[in-house]
């Protein structure tokens, strides 16, 4: 932190400008009383930072902090500081087109009823989903129930459904660490997750697009407000776009520049992003739209005002992605494995300087990580590597050579006199995981991770520490939020539905059931069959005419049901029924309280 420029207080006179009133209190509340959103309880952060955080993760909580409604440019506004992610507002001739509705209805309806208070009742008149995350669509109900334009890049529906579904009991659960949803909002506990404060927890809903953005340069009117659009596919999400308000001269930049570096990975889990294709996008955008933006705004964070700060923040951003991939594949390619990589590479002193590329929500560490999957996977080429134990056998081989469960944790004594609390961590682990009994063991290793997590400048290794510290003390905290909302299920295509069926199917269960239904969708006019066999559940469309065991003639709202244990009431059947039984007898349950910090 001695190297940063402390005096520089910039940021905060851009996360003020614009200020035009909070909503007080701002706590927003589901239909049953439930708190979906609490920014009060960050008022903490007022405070000078204290020991138990690092001072640059302080200082980014701070200014994501605020929130209220902020004029970003003349007829166009932000809500910020009610959920993870901002909602924009761009009055039009008529009413007005929400950007990205936040992740919860409840909250979306709150930035809605706030911009109302102050610049008067307008209607929405369409809303425009930049990615496929769902703090960028879920709230979209708090704003309109259809009727309405709503534009996203190609791609989104299938993207934005799958990711929810496929893995998404695990990403849940992950991401009750990652957000620390269990923590205490305080000085010591959660201080927010860098891209903002908290994801809300309220009803998350989704509206179809009615209109898909093919290529940039595409231009679109709504409401009378002109739009030209830049897809950016795989950068910070699989379907993304920026987009440029050329009347306005404002440039949204969804969120891939944001003002800290970003996940190429996320440790909530997600697939590796290109890194190569993120920094070529930035530079893009500089020559697509600079001379043409007189502020640039994202879906995350405060906006950047004047053209040539807009420029050096669009570059500063790109050579960050840039370097990160460049120098991590030049040190792959002299041998160096994933960690090895993430412990030698430095960003530039130019990049350090800048407040916005430091790693509050992604980080250097598991970023290059991240680049190393993305080429090389997850082996390192060391054959003791291939084939190792899993953790808890593992564990208790290594506690065993290291004299048992007391000469581990002496051992870790040792080294957290030292200070060396990430191996004490790894030593402490292994006791863990080999006795997870050991109370000792467990004590000392949730003291060694609430040092970690207080020492970190990224909120979500502070996160995780502090959550495995309260796990080890506690016990599993179970995620809350439902994976599977109705309209994203709705969302899913007939394939992706399958899909979801196929990968809940128990393979060793499985291997002596041979069955096929063929289910025709009536609503669509389609005929898919799906087959069990060898443990597998194969999907097919427009199959041939051959018998198979069961037929259904059902709805896709039907199918849906199914999916979401209803039954087969009001579904015509033809053959065995017993069948969809058997096939229901072989489907897993996901776990949704799995454990992390402990076997």
């Known amino acids: 932190m001695a190297d940063l420029p402390l005096h520089d207080q910039g940021d905060f006179a851009d996360a003020d400008r614009g200020f035009i009133a909070k909503l007080s209190p ?8 439930r708190v979906a959103w609490d920014g009060d309880s960050y008022d903490f952060l007022q405070e000078d930072c204290p020991e138990t955080a690092h001072p640059g993760l302080w200082r980014q909580s701070r200014l994501c902090a605020r929130q209220g409604l902020y004029e970003v440019t003349s007829g166009v506004y932000q809500v910020r500081g009610l959920d993870l992610s901002n909602m924009t507002l761009v009055e039009g001739d008529r009413g007005v087109v929400v950007i990205d509705p936040l992740i919860s209805t409840e909250c979306a309806a709150a930035a809605l009823k706030l911009y109302r208070a102050h610049r008067g009742d307008r209607p929405v008149t369409g809303v425009i989903y930049t990615h496929t995350h769902v703090d960028h669509f879920g709230g979209v109900r708090g704003v309109t129930d259809g009727g309405v334009p709503i534009l996203a890049p190609a791609g ?49 809903s989704l509206i179809p697009p009615t209109l898909d953005l093919t290529r940039t340069g595409q231009e679109e009117t709504i409401d009378g407000i002109r739009m030209i659009f830049q897809l950016t596919p ?8 920026n ?7 404002a440039l949204c930049l969804a969120e891939n520049a944001t003002h800290n570096q970003h996940n190429l990975l996320s440790l909530r889990g997600a697939a590796v992003r290109d890194a190569r294709a993120w920094a070529r996008y930035l530079t893009e955008a500089v020559s697509l739209f600079a001379g043409r933006a007189d502020v640039a705004f994202a879906s995350h964070h405060w906006p950047t005002w004047g053209g040539e700060a807009i420029v050096r923040f669009l570059e500063q951003q790109r050579d960050m992605y840039a370097y990160l991939h460049d120098q991590t594949l030049r040190l792959i390619n002299k041998g160096l494995t994933g960690p090895e990589i993430a412990e030698a590479l430095r960003m530039p002193p130019q990049l350090e300087q800048a407040w916005h590329t430091h790693g509050y929500h992604g980080s250097v560490s598991h970023n290059v990580k991240a680049v190393y999957q993305r080429y090389l996977g997850w082996f390192d080429g060391n054959p003791a590597h291939l084939w190792e ?8 081989r290594y506690v065993e050579c290291l004299g048992g469960a007391a000469g581990v944790v002496a051992f870790a004594r040792r080294y957290i006199d030292e200070n060396d609390l990430r191996f004490a961590a790894q030593l402490l682990n ?7 009994g ?7 290793l949730a003291e060694v991770y609430t040092r970690l997590g207080h020492g970190a400048e990224n909120a979500t290794w502070r996160n995780f520490y502090l959550m495995g510290a309260l796990e080890l003390a506690d016990g599993i905290v179970p995620a809350t939020m439902d994976v599977t909302s109705p309209d994203l299920l709705a969302a899913l295509s007939v394939e992706q539905i399958f899909d979801s069926i196929a990968i809940r199917v128990d393979g060793p269960r499985a291997w002596h059931e041979r069955l096929a239904i063929d289910w025709h969708l009536t609503d669509l006019g389609e005929r898919h069959r799906t087959t069990l066999c ?38 015509e059947r033809e053959g065995n029924t017993a069948v969809l039984q058997r096939l229901v007898a072989v489907l897993d349950r996901p776990v949704p309280d799995f454990a992390i910090v402990t076997a």
């Open 26 to 33: 701002a706590v927003v509340r589901t239909a049953d009383g």
């Open 156 to 204: 989104f529906l299938e993207q934005a459904a799958s990711e929810r579904v496929y893995a998404g009991h695990a990403m849940t659960r992950r991401a009750v660490y990652l957000y620390g949803r269990a923590l205490p909002r305080s000085p010591d506990g959660q201080i927010g997750c860098g891209l903002g404060m908290a994801a809300s927890t309220g009803t998350v």
């Open 234 to 241: 795989g950068a910070q999400a699989p379907a993304e776009m």
């Open 243 to 249: 987009l440029l308000l050329p009347d306005r001269r």
């Open 389 to 396: 134990h899993p953790p808890r056998e593992s564990a208790i």
């Open 430 to 436: 292994h006791a863990v995981f080999a006795d997870e």
């Open 438 to 444: 050991n109370k000792e063991a467990r004590d000392l």
């Open 534 to 571: 060898n443990g597998v559940l194969v999907q097919q469309r427009n199959p041939r005419d051959d018998d198979a065991d069961l037929t259904l003639r059902l709805t896709k709202e039907q199918l849906v049901g199914l999916l979401a244990g209803k039954g087969v009431e009001g579904v």
